[in-house]
Each structure stands twice: as structure tokens, then as C-alpha cells.
């Protein structure tokens, strides 16, 4: 796992928050999933230039390579087909998470919002630690 993923203070008792998150991807319900893509469609449609701007950010963040490795790792992970809504909110969620130092708070929130429906305390996560 990138060391991108980690936090300075994630507690390594209690789970990081890459570990919570990660373990909230394996109990995603299909009703979760739904919910989750259809809230990242309805982001995509009243945003787009917006989430375009946070993923620039985060990007500037991260660099390229743990971007690309990071976000491909998580959405991955989603079991979902590439680019479908969930593929993208998950990858889009774990980017956020990554760069939470880094981001300001209405970019972190537009990339973690679809999937914060099925993980709330991900909205809170940004402030965590």
C-alpha cells in the first residue's frame, strides 16, 4: 500500500483510515452500490468542472505515479467494470483520502461525497487524526 495512504497520527491500534476504508469497500452491499453510483452520476452532472478542479488538486498533490497508483488500487479493489460511476466514486474517494492534508475542504468533499453515502465518517475524514 502507498505510503500516501497514511497519515501522520492514524492510529495503527485502532485501524488507520486507510484500513477503514478499505474494509468498508468489502462490505459494500449492492444496494449501497447502486445508491453510491447513482450519487456519483448526479455529482458528475451538477459538478463536473468542480470535481475536474479537485482531481487536478489532488493530483498536484500526489503527483502522477501515486495517483494513478492509488486511485487504480482502490477502484480495483470496488470490483466494478473501469469508468463505471462506482469505479470512479471509490477512486475518487480513496485520491481524496490520500491527499486530505493537501486538499481544501470542498474538493475533498466533492470526491468523497458519493461514496460518504455508504461510509459517512469519510466526510469527517479530512479532520481526522
Not at 468542480?50 to 482531481?55: P, S, T
Amino acid at each position: 500500500m502507498s505510503r500516501a495512504f497514511v497519515k501522520e497520527g492514524d492510529s495503527t491500534t485502532s485501524g488507520s483510515l486507510v484500513d477503514r476504508f478499505y474494509q468498508g469497500l468489502l462490505g459494500l452491499s449492492d444496494p449501497a452500490r447502486a445508491l453510491i453510483g447513482k450519487r456519483q452520476q448526479q455529482a458528475w452532472i451538477a459538478s463536473q468542472t468542480n470535481i475536474e478542479a479537485a482531481r487536478r488538486q489532488a493530483l498536484a498533490a500526489l503527483g502522477d505515479d501515486s495517483y494513478r497508483e492509488i486511485f487504480d488500487a482502490a477502484a480495483e479493489r470496488a470490483g466494478d467494470p473501469p469508468q463505471s460511476p462506482v469505479w470512479l466514486a471509490v477512486g475518487d474517494a480513496a485520491i481524496a483520502l490520500a491527499a486530505r492534508r493537501r486538499l481544501d475542504a470542498d474538493h475533498f468533499a466533492l470526491l468523497v461525497g458519493p461514496l460518504g453515502v455508504a461510509l459517512p465518517w469519510l466526510k469527517d475524514a479530512a479532520s481526522q487524526g
